[in-house]
Every structure is written in structure tokens, then in C-alpha cells.
């Protein structure tokens, strides 16, 4: 005899095929059981041969050696030679009062928003004293971007010219050249096996307050640390039915309260984080959001809500280190921590955690991996009732 299929039913499928994924994938069922043999570390860069075969198989990968042809990166490795490198050019830094930036907040209305961070530009140098700032009461700030920062602001050409290898270094001489030209920052084997230059390449640079809430990108990623430590929470695509969405949610960003003045240029010190309110954005559209985060327990204010979140397999664990990439397929979904290193000699107050990504556009995102995941996700919200026509296949 036939019957509807439950809630319940629902997820035990989803949880049996989570298994079974990643089985096949050779992944821990569990993060506590994480060995040294996941995720697979190579001792070199791949070919572009065998790079074409991890995209295919679609796995992250740690990778080690793929910056070793950029011998000005080493200089990195000192804060003040960053803040002499970069002078009084003024580079765009995200401030909030809780370390995160794009992700929802719940207010004390009891309304879930999302909030954007508050863009200031300031100099370099006092971004690191921002990012050593020990007092409490100090606002969060992140030097970040979605928008292939380190190619398109001029302010951070100096580093741009770093990141070349080697090679194009010694062979050209025009930074402007060089801070356009993606391909000439990539990395060889990717831009050989994918057949295309980096879509975006993206400077990020923070310390441990600084935290990136749970999304999926889709492209394929390589993100290199080149300072301290960044530790990735991660679920594989198939996986995304436990990572339950929010209706969509009303945009809002961090702003300076009306008794101070918003200006171009603000004094890392002159800010304490209740001196930033939230404000809405009436031009922007909603935009549902992932609500579970891997930092808080699955009995919290923000992830108790989320039933299935809470019988799920737990995220895969990752901590990439210095001078190690991680090659993270696109549509994997993922949450980012970091840490600081210990200053590098100059005491633990010039502590930073630098980090450079390249996105390349994926032809894999949208294949019948892409198709099935958006089943499992709209089956989900049938039942649920939150399904609208928009979340069609």
C-alpha cells in the first residue's frame, strides 16, 4: 500500500546517500575520525593533466609548493615590511562589530536580516593596527573581496606585482600591466587544464575575530595561505539537503551611528563596535540565506531550528597552512576560520593571516551534479512548504 513521503523519510534518504557519498570519495564519515590521508596532500603542484583528473573527480585537495615560484612572497612574512611596501595607499576594508560579514543576523525584534559590513578605506598600516587591536569594544576588520581585488584596486598593485611568478616578474616591468592580467597570475597547471585564466583573484587579510558564514561557491577554487592558518568547515554538494536555507530575508549594513559622520577614511582607533548600527537597504532584494553555522552547537539559538541539520553527517574539517593551497571544487559548501601567525619575529601583535583565492569559472557547476542537488534541495522545501516556483529545477 502506497503513502505520502514523510519528513522523515526524506532525510534518512538524504543521510543514506550522504554515506554512501562520501564513501566512494574515500571521506571520514565524521570529523573526529580525520586522519592524515584526508584530504590527499600532494608534496608538488599538479600537471595540468592531473589537475583536469582532481576536477573531475571533484574532491579538495591540499596541494603544496604551488607559490614557491614567487620568491616576494617571503617578504610577506614581515608586517612592517607590508606597511612600508604599501605606504599611505588606502585599500577597502570591511568593519562589523561581530566578525561577520555577509551573514544573517538575529535582532532583538526577533527578525533574522542579513547584514552587510560597513566598507571604510584606510592605510595599511593602520589596518594591522586594527587587526592587533586588543580591546574589546573594537570593531572587526577584514580586508576582503569577492570582486578580484588584488587584479582591479591600484591601491594594492604593489602586492599584485608580488604575487607574479617568478618569471613574468623578471620579464615585464609595467605593474599596470601585470594588476590586469589574470592569466599571468595564475597557476599554470589550472589555467592549462581548464583551458581559461582565473575569473577572479582575491586578497584576504584578518585575524582570528573574522569569520565567513556558510555558502557555495561555483567555481573551482584554489586558495593559497600565505600567512597563519585558515580552517575550513566543509560538506560535499550532495549534502547541501542539511543546510537549511531561511526565507528570503531583508538586506541591511553596518553603518556609523549619527552622532559620528561617515567619511572615506576612518582611524582604526576612532570606532568602538557600538558606535555601528544597522541600518536596512530598501533598494535591496531579500536574499535567503544558509542558516546552520559549524561554530555553534546544533542546540543554539541559530541552529536549533534546523531539524535536518541536526541528524546530519558533521563538516569536514581542513586546516590549510602557510604556503599550502587547497583546491576546494566549485559547489562545495563551505565555512572559513582563521588564525593569526606569531608576528614573524616582530611579536605576536603583528600577528596576520593573509590568504590569496582564484576562482576559475567551472563548466562541472552546472552538470547533472548541479541538477540533482537542486532536486534534492526543492524536494526538501515541498515538504516543508516552503517551496515557490522559482526553486524549480
Not at 9 to 25: F, I, N, P, Q, W
Not at 182 to 202: G, M, R, V, Y
Amino acid at each position: 500500500m502506497s503513502r505520502a513521503l514523510t519528513e522523515q523519510d526524506y532525510v534518512d534518504s538524504c543521510l543514506g546517500l550522504s554515506k554512501e557519498g562520501r564513501e566512494l570519495l574515500g571521506i571520514p564519515l565524521d570529523s573526529s575520525s580525520s586522519s592524515s590521508s584526508w584530504p590527499p596532500l600532494l608534496s608538488r603542484p599538479p600537471s595540468a593533466l592531473e589537475f583536469s583528473r582532481l576536477v573531475a573527480r571533484s574532491s579538495p585537495v591540499l596541494i603544496e609548493g604551488c607559490v614557491d615560484d614567487r620568491p616576494a612572497l617571503k617578504e610577506w612574512s614581515s608586517t612592517n615590511w607590508l606597511m612600508e611596501r604599501m605606504g599611505s595607499a588606502k585599500v577597502n576594508v570591511a568593519l562589523t562589530p561581530n566578525g561577520r560579514a555577509d551573514d544573517l543576523l538575529l535582532l532583538h525584534q526577533g527578525q533574522d536580516v542579513f547584514a552587510l559590513p560597513l566598507e571604510v578605506d584606510m592605510t595599511f598600516k593602520d589596518l594591522a593596527s586594527a587587526l592587533s587591536s586588543r580591546k574589546e569594544d573594537a570593531p572587526v576588520a577584514y580586508l576582503q573581496s569577492q570582486g578580484s581585488n588584488l587584479t582591479s584596486e591600484p591601491a594594492l598593485s604593489p602586492l599584485c606585482d608580488d604575487f607574479a611568478p617568478r618569471s613574468h616578474a623578471s620579464s615585464t616591468t609595467a605593474s599596470s600591466t601585470r594588476s590586469k592580467d589574470n592569466a599571468s597570475l595564475s597557476f599554470l597547471f589550472a589555467t592549462q587544464a581548464l583551458d581559461k585564466e582565473p575569473e577572479a583573484i582575491n586578497l584576504w587579510v584578518g585575524n582570528a575575530r573574522a569569520f565567513t558564514s556558510t555558502h557555495r561557491d561555483h567555481y573551482e577554487n584554489l586558495f593559497t595561505v600565505v600567512r597563519g592558518v585558515k580552517e575550513f568547515y566543509l560538506w560535499p554538494p550532495a549534502e547541501g539537503w542539511a543546510l537549511e536555507e531561511t526565507e528570503p530575508l531583508p538586506i541591511y549594513q553596518w553603518s556609523i551611528d549619527g552622532k559620528k559622520s561617515d567619511s572615506d577614511y576612518i582611524a582604526p582607533n576612532a570606532l568602538k563596535s557600538s558606535d555601528l548600527v544597522l541600518r536596512p537597504v530598501p533598494s535591496a532584494p531579500k536574499t535567503p540565506w544558509i542558516r546552520p553555522s559549524p561554530l555553534e552547537t546544533r542546540t543554539s539559538k541559530r541552529n536549533a531550528p534546523c531539524k535536518r541539520y541536526a541528524q546530519s553527517l558533521p563538516p569536514l574539517r581542513v586546516k590549510v597552512g602557510q604556503g599550502q593551497t587547497l583546491y576546494l571544487p566549485a559547489g562545495w559548501y563551505h565555512a572559513v576560520a582563521q588564525q593569526v601567525d606569531d608576528g614573524q619575529g616582530e611579536g605576536a601583535s603583528a600577528g596576520l593571516c593573509i590568504a590569496i583565492n582564484q576562482w576559475y569559472e567551472s563548466d562541472a557547476a552546472f552538470s547533472d551534479r548541479w541538477a540533482w542537488t537542486q532536486f534534492q534541495r526543492s524536494l526538501g522545501k515541498k515538504l516543508d512548504g516552503t517551496f515557490v516556483k522559482e526553486d524549480e529545477v
